[in-house]
């Protein structure tokens, strides 16, 4: 009787590891082909040429040729001089202008505010429409409606999105606006999850709705604000600012970032299979140079937490 209970539990707990395979098998497969294989290839072609009509690995004197090449254009190439400050520019808006609007924004939602949710609808909205349709629809608002409004008043504007003048902080105006949505809807969620008894022992101190969000909400939601601090410093070499969606293939200098130029350098009309390497080395350069600047600010972040000495 009891060697048939333990082959019972031996046969159960075989049943749940077999469960437990087949539910991991199918996303570790998608991880190791689609990650780990794209990426290993992507470091490979970075020592590749395209000659011949394939890929071959570049001779041992010239091996680090695509770094060379693209280290030199970085210093000499106004595109990429644009670029790189572009690039600095949209991460400073989103550090210092998107990211205390979405808290605010957030904390208004959070404390319950008339019509909180037309206002959750509307903020996130540019995450729920297509994000081409939403770059139509500013687009036309910009060089159409704009323009239309302010001719009442006898103002001629410029053409926003083509003045050299104007173009970047128009670009910069639309990510201001569609950077609202996941953050908010993110935030919000965790200051919903701050005990109500230490909200109303902050009322009966004497707190108003600024020092409530200074001294309890902010530093009780630094950790979610914190990862997306962290998680924003890789966009200073993979966003593109919708670029694309607005320009296509054909931005001008004064407008481009590092991740619209690697963009269109691998998908634009002009590009070749001879531009992938350069574009490989470029991003491993990237990372090379995001890696210490992450970690930098994870540890900066980390040793700021107001909640550390509380741990």
Known sequence: ??????????????????FYICLLAYPLAHYAVFYIGVNINSVLLAFKKFDGGEFSFL???????NFSNFSGDLFKTSLLKYAAKNSLLMYGVSLLIVLPLNLMFSFFLYKKIPLKGFYRIVLFLPQIVSSIVMAMMFKYFVERGLPGLFSKFNIELPTLLTDVKTAFSTI?????????????????GAMSRISEELVESGKLDGMNMFQEFIRITLPLIYPTVSLF????????????????????DEAQANVSTLGYFLFVRVIGKSSTF???PYAAAAGLLFTAAALPITLGAKY????????????
């Open 1 to 18: 009787m009891r060697a048939r209970k333990l082959g019972g539990l031996k046969s159960s707990k075989r049943k749940r590891l077999i």
């Open 59 to 65: 001779e041992a004197s010239n091996f680090f040729a």
């Open 172 to 188: 910069i105006a639309y990510n201001i606006w569609a950077g609202f949505g996941t953050q908010i809807i993110i935030y919000s």
């Open 229 to 248: 601090l962290v998680a924003g410093v890789a966009g200073i070499f993979t966003s593109q600012a919708a670029l694309y969606n607005f320009f296509g």
């Open 274 to 276: 001879n531009d992938y």
């Open 300 to 311: 900066l972040l980390d040793r700021f937490d107001p909640m550390r000495d509380a741990i």
